[in-house]
C-alpha cells in the first residue's frame, strides 16, 4: 500500500487508501464507513486497475482482471431492507473467468428487496451486447415480479441450449410478469435470427414479432408473426413447453 489515510474513530471513520501489487493488480478507493448504528451507513468510490478477484477469493471461476470505476452508496446490509445504488463503469478491457469484457456501464439500486437497473451497458467479447433501459425484481415477493425493458445482441442460443447449435439472436424486449409463474408473462418482442440449422439443414434467417397479452383470468392470448409461419394461440397454455407442443 503506497498511500493510506484514515480519519476518525473505529466505529466511524474516512480512508483512502492506494494499494498496488505485481500479481493481483491495483485497487484505489475513498470509503466513508459508520458502523455506530444498527444499521451501517457507507459510500465508497473504488477504482481498479487489472484487478484479480482471485486473490480475495480463491478459486479458478474468480480469476479476473478488472479495470473500473465503481461508486457505491448506502444504508445497511440485510437485503431485505437495506438501501443502496451502485454506478459501475469499465476504464478499460477486462476479464472475468472465460468472459472477455469490451465495456460495461451500470447504474442500478436495492430498495427493501426490490433491485432496479437504470441502465446497463454491456458488451462481451464474440457477444452478447446487452442494453437495458430498464428492469427490475422485487425479491422479497413471493411471486418475484419483474420487467425487463432492453435488447440483446448477437446472443448464441447454444449457451442456454447447452448445444452446438450455430443460430444467433437478437431481441428487443418489453416484458413483465412473475418469474415464480412464467406462465403469466406479458409483453411484447422483436427478435432476429441467424445461422439457424435444422437437423444439420442450414435455414433461411428470420425475424420474429411476438405479443403475450391476458385475456382473461387465468388465460392469455399469443401472437406470433414470422417468415416461417404466423401463429396464434388462446386460453391457457404452458410457455415452457410451447416450443415442444408446436
Same mark, same amino acid.
Request: charged fraction near 20%.
Given at each position: 500500500i503506497s498511500n493510506l489515510a484514515y480519519v476518525g474513530e473505529p466505529l466511524n471513520f474516512h480512508t483512502k487508501f492506494?494499494?498496488?501489487?505485481?500479481?493481483?493488480?491495483?485497487?484505489?478507493?475513498?470509503?466513508?464507513?459508520?458502523?455506530?448504528?444498527?444499521?451501517? @451507513?457507507?459510500?465508497?468510490? %473504488? #477504482? $481498479?486497475v487489472n484487478f484479480n478477484i482471485a486473490a480475495l477469493i480463491p478459486g479458478k471461476q474468480y480469476e479476473s482482471s478488472i479495470t473500473a470505476e465503481t461508486?457505491?452508496?448506502?444504508?445497511?446490509?440485510?437485503?431485505?431492507?437495506? @438501501?443502496?445504488?451502485?454506478? %459501475? #463503469? $469499465?476504464?478499460?478491457?477486462s476479464a472475468f473467468g472465460k468472459y472477455h469484457i469490451t465495456s460495461l456501464d451500470l447504474a442500478g439500486a436495492m430498495k427493501s428487496g426490490t433491485m432496479t437497473a437504470d441502465h446497463l451497458d454491456a458488451i462481451v467479447e464474440g457477444g452478447p451486447e446487452?442494453?437495458?433501459?430498464?428492469?427490475?425484481?422485487?425479491?422479497?415477493?413471493?411471486?418475484?415480479?419483474?420487467?425487463?425493458?432492453?435488447?440483446v445482441k448477437d446472443f448464441q442460443l447454444a449457451e442456454v441450449l447447452g448445444s452446438k447449435?450455430?443460430?444467433?439472436?437478437?431481441?428487443?424486449?418489453?416484458?413483465?410478469?412473475?418469474?415464480?409463474?412464467?406462465?403469466?408473462?406479458?409483453?411484447?418482442?422483436h427478435a432476429r435470427l441467424f445461422d439457424l440449422e435444422y437437423r444439420g439443414h442450414a435455414l433461411p434467417d428470420d425475424s420474429i414479432d411476438l405479443k403475450i397479452s391476458p385475456t382473461a383470468s387465468g388465460e392469455n392470448n399469443l401472437t406470433l408473426r414470422s417468415k416461417i409461419a404466423d401463429v396464434t394461440i388462446d386460453h391457457r397454455f404452458q410457455l415452457g413447453t410451447l416450443t415442444e407442443d408446436l
Open positions: 492506494d494499494a498496488k501489487s505485481s500479481g493481483a493488480g491495483d485497487a484505489a478507493g475513498d470509503v466513508i464507513l459508520d458502523l455506530r448504528n444498527h444499521q451501517v @451507513v457507507y459510500r465508497a468510490g %473504488l #477504482k $481498479t461508486q457505491l452508496a448506502g444504508k445497511g446490509t440485510n437485503w431485505k431492507t437495506m @438501501v443502496s445504488t451502485i454506478v %459501475l #463503469k $469499465t476504464n478499460g478491457p446487452v442494453h437495458v433501459r430498464s428492469a427490475m425484481v422485487a425479491f422479497t415477493n413471493p411471486n418475484l415480479p419483474f420487467h425487463f425493458d432492453g435488447t447449435n450455430p443460430a444467433r439472436v437478437d431481441l428487443d424486449a418489453n416484458l413483465a410478469g412473475s418469474a415464480k409463474d412464467f406462465e403469466d408473462v406479458t409483453g411484447t418482442a
